[in-house]
């Protein structure tokens, strides 16, 4: 059963940084590529960010610049660094675990999300 713990959520002051968390176990780590998403009350989820297993990233629009993604297979955790935040990436972030290792394709199993508040 794959488990995904998402952590580092919290309230910050627009323009300021949060480094986000997410434990994997359940699986080959490092055999899927993950993905960070993202959902605002009353919107959808989108995706953030994405790293394949070989650690090619991707980034919405909206994030490139400020967002990094990061992986550490040794520790089955991918990270976000998320740095100049705006009040607009308040949301429940989600990281998600990719059907395969070379491109992000979302999976089936998902964290139970952390919240990243950001006040103007």
């Known amino acids: 059963q794959v488990q995904l713990v998402e952590s580092g959520g919290g309230l910050v002051q627009s323009g300021g940084s949060l480094r986000l968390s997410c434990a994997a176990s359940g699986s080959i780590f490092s055999m899927h590529a993950m993905g960070w998403f993202r959902q605002a009350p009353g919107k959808r989820r989108d995706l953030v960010a994405s790293i394949t297993a070989g650690g090619s990233t991707n980034y919405a629009d909206s994030v490139k610049g400020r967002f990094t993604i990061s992986r550490d297979n040794a520790k089955s955790t991918v990270y976000l660094q998320m740095n100049s935040l705006k009040p607009e990436d308040t949301a429940v972030y989600y990281c998600?675990?990719?059907?395969?290792?070379?491109?992000?394709?979302?999976?089936?199993?998902w964290g139970q999300g952390t919240q990243v508040t950001v006040s103007s």
């Open positions: 998600n675990q990719g059907r395969s290792a070379y491109y992000f394709q979302p999976g089936d199993y």
